[in-house]
């Protein structure tokens, strides 16, 4: 028996983000690509509000359907990971179609920073480069960390620090 399975990505591009009107939550507005295509224009007007999302209704049931299982499985290895008690029925009735714009826009936010603060140190030390360090975040910070150093091995074990990705996609 042949089983394919059929993996889904989101993406935000085209965003832009207002700081000085962001209060309570991100001013911002992007695009949400599904796949590589364009589904929704998603916004925020930073005021502690959910992100607004204008989406056709059949591009919302099929990517609702999508996000309770990505939700889903993110509470349930965070439940194992902290030993928190895991519910399915309550996260897939919390599931809600902001939470992964939400994570997106963080994940970008998160990429941004770290692309500037390496563009920043490879400007000043000739001997950065891709190669020779690693960027790890702990969801606060950034930091650089040289590839064959005591510390990547320190940052590589510790589970609270990841590995800041080349870019902010889920995969589903």
Same mark, same amino acid.
């Given at each position: 028996?042949?089983?394919?399975?059929?993996?889904?990505?989101?993406? *935000?591009? =085209?965003?832009?983000?207002?700081?000085?009107?962001?209060?309570?939550?991100?001013?911002?507005?992007?695009?949400?690509?599904?796949?590589?295509?364009?589904?929704?224009?998603?916004? =925020?007007?930073?005021?502690?509000?959910?992100?607004?999302?204008?989406?056709?209704?059949?591009?919302?049931?099929?990517? &609702?359907?999508?996000?309770?299982?990505?939700?889903?499985?993110?509470?349930?290895?965070?439940?194992?990971?902290?030993?928190?008690?895991?519910?399915?029925?309550?996260?897939?009735?919390?599931?809600?179609?902001?939470?992964?714009?939400?994570? *997106?826009?963080?994940?970008?936010?998160?990429?941004?920073? &770290?692309?500037?603060?390496?563009?920043?140190?490879?400007?000043?030390?000739?001997?950065?480069?891709?190669?020779?360090?690693?960027?790890?975040?702990?969801?606060?910070?950034?930091?650089?960390?040289?590839?064959?150093?005591?510390?990547? &091995?320190?940052?590589?074990?510790?589970?609270?620090?990841?590995?800041?990705?080349?870019?902010?996609?889920?995969?589903?």
């Amino acid at each position: 028996m042949n089983t394919t399975t059929h993996t889904t990505t989101y993406e *935000l591009k =085209n965003v832009k983000v207002c700081q000085w009107a962001s209060e309570e939550t991100y001013c911002y507005e992007a695009s949400l690509y599904e796949n590589g295509k364009r589904i929704a224009h998603v916004y =925020n007007d930073g005021r502690g509000g959910e992100d607004m999302i204008d989406i056709s209704h059949e591009d919302a049931q099929r990517v &609702a359907d999508t996000i309770r299982e990505w939700n889903v499985n993110i509470q349930r290895q965070n439940a194992e990971e902290y030993g928190w008690d895991f519910n399915e029925d309550s996260a897939r009735k919390f599931s809600r179609l902001d939470s992964l714009t939400s994570y *997106l826009l963080d994940e970008h936010l998160l990429v941004k920073d &770290a692309k500037a603060l390496y563009r920043k140190t490879a400007k000043r030390y000739a001997n950065i480069t891709p190669e020779t360090v690693t960027l790890y975040t702990n969801s606060e910070s950034v930091v650089i960390v040289p590839n064959n150093s005591a510390q990547a &091995a320190t940052y590589a074990d510790d589970s609270s620090w990841r590995i800041v990705p080349d870019s902010a996609i889920v995969s589903v």
